[in-house]
Nanobody, 124 residues
Framework: QVQLVESGGGFVQAGGSLRLSCAAS????????MGWFRQAPGKEREFVAA???????LYADSVKGRFTISRDNGKKTVYLQMNSLNPEDTAVYYC??????????????????WGQGTQVTVSS
């Protein structure tokens, strides 16, 4: 069983930045594909960014150029640096882990584990 704990959410004004962290348990973190998803009120959960074990990355078009996903295997942590935030980025952000790279592949990612979520609120 893998546990994921997100942190770093909060309230920020438009144009500001936040960095989310997701700390994972488990011995084989380096082999996991990791991802960030988000869910805004009244909307379905959507993909934000993913990083595979080989460190290749993928971003949703809506965040490309503004968000950066990275991982520190020694700390078993994945990060999401979010810059130039706008009110449309307001959502609960969830960290996800896939035991196999292929489980995070698109168009149908199937993570095995999810964190509890962290709220990000961007004011205009």
């Amino acid at each position: 069983q893998v546990q994921l704990v997100e942190s770093g959410g909060g309230f920020v004004q438009a144009g500001g930045s936040l960095r989310l962290s997701c700390a994972a348990s488990g011995r084989t973190f380096s082999s996991y594909a990791m991802g960030w998803f988000r869910q805004a009120p009244g909307k379905e959960r959507e993909f934000v960014a993913a990083i595979w074990s080989g460190r290749s990355t993928l971003y949703a078009d809506s965040v490309k150029g503004r968000f950066t996903i990275s991982r520190d295997n020694g700390k078993k942590t994945v990060y999401l640096q979010m810059n130039s935030l706008n009110p449309e980025d307001t959502a609960v952000y969830y960290c996800a882990a896939a035991q196999r790279d292929s489980d995070m592949d698109f168009p149908a990612p199937r993570p095995n584990y999810w964190g509890q979520g962290t709220q990000v609120t961007v004011s205009s």
